[in-house]
């Protein structure tokens, strides 16, 4: 066994913790608070093949897969510009066109995911349906030669900067009858659809939104992979948004810890550094520690997802619910080594509260992922 | 036009750099080692050079085994091929005997057309290689260069000291090292990352590179670290009392530093 990361992998991360050097955490929250877009970033980060490491290479990507963009999406993170939509984007809409499309749809977004030009959505959970994504109700029927989608999502990131979302739906089956998961192309100027933010209490520069369909008329081909890709085509995309959630939650975790050590050394009280008293250096070393422990969870999980393990869901739940939780205890942490200074905007660490406490309820929570370990790892009932 | 770039890794400049207690050389094992930032741009200006004229890029280290990480950086940033001299008895060179050592090592490249380097190592501090290199080779060096130009067989240089800004010219071949103000180095692509491990990487002895082994190493240098001692710690400085006059007292002081 190998732990050490080849050459490759690590010449990538030095090389986007230095492009994320370069912007820091005061660009981003200058972004998030004045209502404007990490556009800069994106499109160097894009220009430089970052967002497009998993996309394959015959469509002008890098030709790896989500360890690369986990990779990218923690370093980003870990230089205080976490990128909400890279988990959206590259890893979910990308993931699910190159595994999923058709030959078609593939040629059509997928050099534009390759080179970060294409910024997509994804939408999947609803007011009514929460995380079980097998109540869904927004629905598509037949119309002609193409589609009407009728339905309603909320939390859908950053749609005001994407040119079209990847709505998961379901679709009667034309032989049963019966519903069955679809995933739609949707352009969020199509008539019929409407997205409306929902104000929300954490720093970002992605804004949430509400999404609603009416009857909107979507041509034959904005059907991912057709009428028979179903389940299939919407699990492909459904791991890769854990694992890179977790990446981005274990990079902010990373740059929280880093922080607080780097206040408490530098921060004399009565003489000494505050870092030199353990009650302030021992919340921070057990952050470091739990960060790590999840850093390795996340790359276990990415490497499985890349092998196509059987284990990935396991793996991915792991991986999501401990950099959760490590995150929220690095901020916490930092936050509580720096006093009154860590609420403060200025030592920008305060900022990344928001972005933390949302990773153990998104993109699935804390408790729905310890019923997956307790059903599927340990065999115990179903309590729902 | 083909381009051979001089590269050293250095320690991080972020972290705690040492000499080692025995012989006064650089500690290299405690520090984080990178390509030296100055070396970024004189890649980076290689490189410009290329897409603007054709040819090939070749950088050339001397360093131990750990120095491949500085040449692979070189490489997934655009160049084409590396050269790296690496030998234990190597250890402790100087600037003379490493001028020596990468002349011949320029040597084994064919076509050279022009060296590029930056004009000082953030390590050692000499800044004296690039000259010494160019001496040995008998090129024209044009040192401390904030722009270059090629134009046919010659290059141009605008070249820039605490003295003032001078433009300076010479016949290919010939030698260039760059100061900060040159350029800004690129970012490896992800694809430029994959591309650099399948590039080719020639390392050298001291033998294949045609050197003498009594040329080099710490015991036949001219020069000899005879004792080091750690930076003393910042004093306190002088402190101006604000009594209305404050401002005026600042300029003095810096006027007197010659500041302003």
Same mark, same amino acid.
């Given at each position: 066994m190998d732990f050490q990361e080849s050459d490759e992998h690590r010449a990538l991360r030095s090389a986007v913790a230095a492009l994320a050097a370069k912007y820091g955490h005061e660009y981003w929250v200058e972004k998030a608070r004045s209502g404007e877009k990490t556009t800069e970033l994106w499109a160097e980060a894009g220009r430089l093949g970052y967002l497009g490491v998993a996309v394959p290479e015959e469509y002008g990507g890098g030709g790896g897969g989500i360890t690369e963009l986990s990779i990218v999406c923690e370093e980003l993170a870990a230089g205080g510009c976490p990128l909400l939509l890279l988990v959206v984007s590259p890893a979910i809409a990308a993931t699910v066109i190159a595994r999923s499309g058709t030959p078609e749809q593939r040629g059509t977004w997928l050099p534009g995911f390759a080179d970060g030009s294409v910024r997509m959505s994804f939408a999947i959970t609803e007011p009514d349906a929460g995380s079980n994504s097998?109540?869904?109700?927004?629905t598509a029927r037949r119309d002609g030669d193409g589609w009407r989608l009728t339905g309603r999502k909320v939390f859908i990131s950053g749609v005001d900067e994407t040119d079209t979302t990847l709505v998961v739906s379901r679709l009667a089956d034309s032989r049963t009858g019966k519903l069955r998961p679809a995933m739609f192309l949707v352009p969020?100027?199509?008539?019929g659809v409407e997205y409306q933010p929902i104000p929300m209490e954490f720093t970002s520069p992605e804004r949430q939104f509400t999404m609603f369909f009416d009857d909107a008329r979507l041509p034959e081909e904005s059907l991912v992979g057709g009428e028979d890709a179903g389940l299939a085509a919407l699990f492909a995309g459904l791991n890769p948004e854990r694992i890179t959630v977790a990446a981005y939650a274990c990079g902010i975790g990373r740059y929280a810890v880093s922080k607080g050590a780097a206040y408490a050394g530098s921060r004399s009280v009565w003489g000494r550094p505050i870092g030199a008293h353990q009650a302030v250096a021992h919340p921070l070393a057990k952050a470091h520690i739990e960060v790590d422990l999840a850093s390795l969870a996340t790359r276990r999980a990415a490497w499985a997802y890349d092998a196509d393990d059987p284990a990935t869901g396991e793996y991915a739940n792991s991986a999501k619910y401990a950099a959760a939780e490590a995150a929220i205890g690095a901020v916490d942490a930092a936050v509580q080594a720096h006093g009154g200074n860590g609420m403060t905007s200025e030592y920008g660490v305060g900022t990344l509260w928001g972005a933390v406490r949302a990773a153990r309820i998104a993109p699935v929570s804390r408790e729905m992922i310890l019923n997956f370990v307790a059903q599927h790892t340990l065999g115990l009932d179903r309590s729902y | 036009m083909n381009i051979v770039v001089l590269v050293k890794q250095v320690p991080d400049t972020n972290s705690e750099r040492r000499l080692t207690?025995?012989?006064?050389?650089?500690?290299?094992?405690s520090a984080d080692v990178v390509l030296d930032e100055i070396n970024e741009r004189a890649v980076e200006e290689a490189l410009r050079l290329q897409e603007a004229h054709g040819g090939e890029v070749t950088v050339v280290t001397m360093g131990p085994d750990s120095a491949t990480d500085a040449l692979r950086k070189a490489l997934s940033m655009g160049a084409d091929k590396a050269v790296h001299l690496s030998d234990a008895a190597l250890h402790g060179s100087d600037a003379v005997q490493t001028a020596r050592a990468l002349a011949k090592v320029i040597g084994t =490249?064919?076509?050279?057309d022009l060296v590029l380097a930056g004009n000082e190592a953030t390590d050692g501090r000499m800044g004296a290689v690039p000259a010494m290199v160019a001496e040995v080779l008998g090129l024209p060096a044009l040192t401390h260069a904030r722009k270059v130009e090629v134009d046919g067989s010659t290059v141009r240089v605008e070249r820039e000291t605490d003295e003032g800004v001078a433009f300076v010219e010479a016949a290919l071949p010939a030698l260039v090292s760059v100061g900060e103000k040159i350029n800004e180095p690129r970012y490896p692509s992800f694809k430029g990352i994959m591309a650099a491990k399948k590039k080719p990487v020639t390392t050298l002895g001291l033998a294949d590179a045609g050197i003498?082994?009594?040329?080099?190493?710490l015991a036949n240098?001219?020069?000899?670290? =005879?004792e080091a001692a750690p930076k003393p710690p910042r004093s306190g400085g002088q402190k101006v009392e604000d009594a209305g006059d404050g401002g005026v007292r600042i300029a003095e002081f810096l006027a007197a530093q010659k500041l302003i």
């Amino acid at each position: 066994m190998d732990f050490q990361e080849s050459d490759e992998h690590r010449a990538l991360r030095s090389a986007v913790a230095a492009l994320a050097a370069k912007y820091g955490h005061e660009y981003w929250v200058e972004k998030a608070r004045s209502g404007e877009k990490t556009t800069e970033l994106w499109a160097e980060a894009g220009r430089l093949g970052y967002l497009g490491v998993a996309v394959p290479e015959e469509y002008g990507g890098g030709g790896g897969g989500i360890t690369e963009l986990s990779i990218v999406c923690e370093e980003l993170a870990a230089g205080g510009c976490p990128l909400l939509l890279l988990v959206v984007s590259p890893a979910i809409a990308a993931t699910v066109i190159a595994r999923s499309g058709t030959p078609e749809q593939r040629g059509t977004w997928l050099p534009g995911f390759a080179d970060g030009s294409v910024r997509m959505s994804f939408a999947i959970t609803e007011p009514d349906a929460g995380s079980n994504s097998h109540r869904i109700t927004t629905t598509a029927r037949r119309d002609g030669d193409g589609w009407r989608l009728t339905g309603r999502k909320v939390f859908i990131s950053g749609v005001d900067e994407t040119d079209t979302t990847l709505v998961v739906s379901r679709l009667a089956d034309s032989r049963t009858g019966k519903l069955r998961p679809a995933m739609f192309l949707v352009p969020n100027d199509a008539p019929g659809v409407e997205y409306q933010p929902i104000p929300m209490e954490f720093t970002s520069p992605e804004r949430q939104f509400t999404m609603f369909f009416d009857d909107a008329r979507l041509p034959e081909e904005s059907l991912v992979g057709g009428e028979d890709a179903g389940l299939a085509a919407l699990f492909a995309g459904l791991n890769p948004e854990r694992i890179t959630v977790a990446a981005y939650a274990c990079g902010i975790g990373r740059y929280a810890v880093s922080k607080g050590a780097a206040y408490a050394g530098s921060r004399s009280v009565w003489g000494r550094p505050i870092g030199a008293h353990q009650a302030v250096a021992h919340p921070l070393a057990k952050a470091h520690i739990e960060v790590d422990l999840a850093s390795l969870a996340t790359r276990r999980a990415a490497w499985a997802y890349d092998a196509d393990d059987p284990a990935t869901g396991e793996y991915a739940n792991s991986a999501k619910y401990a950099a959760a939780e490590a995150a929220i205890g690095a901020v916490d942490a930092a936050v509580q080594a720096h006093g009154g200074n860590g609420m403060t905007s200025e030592y920008g660490v305060g900022t990344l509260w928001g972005a933390v406490r949302a990773a153990r309820i998104a993109p699935v929570s804390r408790e729905m992922i310890l019923n997956f370990v307790a059903q599927h790892t340990l065999g115990l009932d179903r309590s729902y | 036009m083909n381009i051979v770039v001089l590269v050293k890794q250095v320690p991080d400049t972020n972290s705690e750099r040492r000499l080692t207690d025995s012989d006064h050389t650089l500690d290299r094992a405690s520090a984080d080692v990178v390509l030296d930032e100055i070396n970024e741009r004189a890649v980076e200006e290689a490189l410009r050079l290329q897409e603007a004229h054709g040819g090939e890029v070749t950088v050339v280290t001397m360093g131990p085994d750990s120095a491949t990480d500085a040449l692979r950086k070189a490489l997934s940033m655009g160049a084409d091929k590396a050269v790296h001299l690496s030998d234990a008895a190597l250890h402790g060179s100087d600037a003379v005997q490493t001028a020596r050592a990468l002349a011949k090592v320029i040597g084994t =490249v064919e076509g050279v057309d022009l060296v590029l380097a930056g004009n000082e190592a953030t390590d050692g501090r000499m800044g004296a290689v690039p000259a010494m290199v160019a001496e040995v080779l008998g090129l024209p060096a044009l040192t401390h260069a904030r722009k270059v130009e090629v134009d046919g067989s010659t290059v141009r240089v605008e070249r820039e000291t605490d003295e003032g800004v001078a433009f300076v010219e010479a016949a290919l071949p010939a030698l260039v090292s760059v100061g900060e103000k040159i350029n800004e180095p690129r970012y490896p692509s992800f694809k430029g990352i994959m591309a650099a491990k399948k590039k080719p990487v020639t390392t050298l002895g001291l033998a294949d590179a045609g050197i003498d082994a009594a040329e080099v190493g710490l015991a036949n240098a001219a020069t000899t670290v =005879v004792e080091a001692a750690p930076k003393p710690p910042r004093s306190g400085g002088q402190k101006v009392e604000d009594a209305g006059d404050g401002g005026v007292r600042i300029a003095e002081f810096l006027a007197a530093q010659k500041l302003i």
